[in-house]
């Protein structure tokens, strides 16, 4: 299967900070609704469309839409449409032979809370502003980043989020099978595609995303546990990701276990888990690309003789520090 490159994130977000200026401006939090309001699907205008290259197969393709936003939400708007970030993921997933049977907008616009989703009804990735926003002040408010570097680690976490609503995409409009919770199996998907992605910063935007879930949790510290949920609980997502970050490349990520960040009887299984996730995913998808002679990626390294002595895992009375990589 082709390759999805994600292009030079980095230069990206040097641009998007370059301007950060023109729409750091404050307008406060996000307000967040009930979960189970829905969204009036917003009508596509000819002049909303961002007409970047397009290349459909079977009659479907990915296409940045702007949608509608206030003045913060404008703001970050415009510095987005300049950076073409959406832009060019958009580009590469229509560049990687992926036959998708219906077009996917990628909308992006103020929603009135924190929040990102897609829609089966037209088959609809929202990204919304004040889930960006939302996370530059989760970042800076936790210490050790600048605004300018929140900004950059937020881009990271949005990323992650855009590549978990394909997943929802993708096993909607191709029909994919999935066994268990749909919001694992989705976390999993843009955890595995971003890993064996050609770029440079992919596990720094899958860390940042590991990182944003563990001060996710911290803040909801007190608050009633959503054991009832469609999503497992944060600190769960923040373990899974950093497992399957281990697993794909464990010497170079060794001191995720040395550091006590990832217990030792769950990174002895990250390996194995990384290897029969990306085969799970790879055997779903590969119908559907134009090459299925192809591969998306390549096996985990085989884990060492002998892990890594660590030390022992926090006491589950004491919440775990968030670590910073």
């Given at each position: 299967?082709?390759?999805?490159t994600?292009?030079?994130?980095?230069?990206?977000?040097?641009?998007?900070?370059?301007s950060?200026?023109?729409?750091?401006?404050?307008s406060?939090?996000?307000?967040?609704?009930p979960?189970?309001?829905?969204?009036?699907?917003?009508?596509?205008?000819?002049?909303?469309?961002?007409?970047?290259?397009?290349?459909?197969?079977?009659?479907?393709?990915?296409?940045?839409?702007?949608?509608?936003?206030?003045?913060?939400?404008?703001?970050?708007?415009?510095?987005?449409?300049?950076?073409?970030?959406?832009?060019?993921?958009?580009?590469?997933?229509?560049?990687?032979?992926?036959?998708?049977?219906?077009?996917?907008?990628?909308?992006?616009?103020?929603?009135?809370?924190?929040?990102?989703?897609?829609?089966?009804?037209?088959?609809?990735?929202?990204?919304?502003?004040?889930?960006?926003?939302?996370?530059?002040?989760?970042?800076?408010?936790?210490?050790?980043?600048?605004?300018?570097e929140?900004?950059?680690?937020?881009?990271?976490?949005?990323?992650f989020?855009?590549?978990?609503?394909?997943?929802?995409?993708?096993?909607?409009?191709?029909?994919?099978?999935?066994?268990?919770?749909e919001?694992?199996?989705?976390?999993d998907?843009?955890?595995?595609?971003?890993?064996?992605t050609?770029?440079?910063?992919v596990?720094?935007?899958?860390?940042?995303?590991?990182?944003?879930?563990?001060?996710?949790?911290?803040?909801?510290?007190?608050?009633?546990?959503?054991?009832?949920?469609?999503?497992?609980?944060?600190?769960?997502r923040?373990?899974?990701?950093?497992?399957?970050?281990?697993?794909?490349?464990?010497?170079?990520?060794?001191?995720?276990?040395?550091?006590?960040?990832?217990?030792r009887?769950?990174?002895?299984r990250?390996?194995r888990?990384?290897?029969?996730?990306?085969?799970?995913?790879?055997t779903?998808?590969?119908?559907?690309?134009?090459?299925?002679?192809?591969?998306?990626?390549?096996?985990?390294?085989p884990?060492?003789?002998?892990?890594?002595?660590?030390?022992?895992?926090?006491?589950?009375?004491?919440p775990?520090?968030?670590?910073?990589?």
């Amino acid at each position: 299967m082709g390759q999805m490159t994600l292009g030079t994130v980095g230069a990206i977000a040097l641009l998007l900070t370059s301007s950060y200026a023109a729409f750091t401006a404050s307008s406060g939090n996000a307000k967040t609704l009930p979960e189970n309001r829905r969204f009036a699907p917003i009508q596509i205008e000819e002049n909303q469309v961002s007409h970047q290259p397009k290349q459909h197969f079977n009659g479907g393709g990915f296409q940045v839409v702007y949608g509608p936003a206030g003045d913060r939400g404008q703001r970050f708007q415009n510095a987005l449409r300049d950076a073409r970030l959406f832009e060019s993921l958009a580009e590469g997933l229509n560049s990687s032979n992926l036959n998708v049977p219906a077009n996917i907008p990628i909308i992006l616009r103020d929603c009135g809370q924190v929040n990102a989703f897609y829609r089966p009804a037209d088959n609809s990735i929202t990204m919304c502003h004040e889930l960006t926003l939302d996370t530059v002040d989760l970042f800076s408010q936790s210490g050790g980043s600048s605004r300018e570097e929140a900004l950059e680690e937020a881009l990271f976490v949005t990323i992650f989020v855009f590549f978990h609503e394909l997943g929802h995409a993708l096993i909607d409009v191709l029909e994919i099978p999935a066994t268990g919770k749909e919001e694992d199996a989705v976390d999993d998907f843009a955890t595995l595609l971003l890993l064996e992605t050609d770029s440079e910063q992919v596990e720094e935007i899958v860390l940042n995303a590991a990182r944003w879930f563990a001060l996710q949790a911290e803040r909801s510290e007190g608050s009633e546990i959503p054991y009832w949920g469609e999503h497992s609980l944060d600190w769960q997502r923040f373990y899974s990701i950093v497992c399957l970050v281990y697993g794909k490349n464990p010497s170079k990520y060794a001191a995720l276990a040395t550091k006590g960040i990832l217990p030792r009887r769950r990174a002895e299984r990250c390996p194995r888990e990384y290897e029969k996730k990306l085969a799970s995913w790879t055997t779903l998808l590969k119908p559907h690309f134009t090459n299925p002679n192809g591969t998306w990626g390549s096996p985990a390294q085989p884990p060492p003789g002998s892990y890594p002595p660590q030390n022992p895992p926090p006491n589950p009375r004491q919440p775990t520090p968030v670590p910073r990589w």
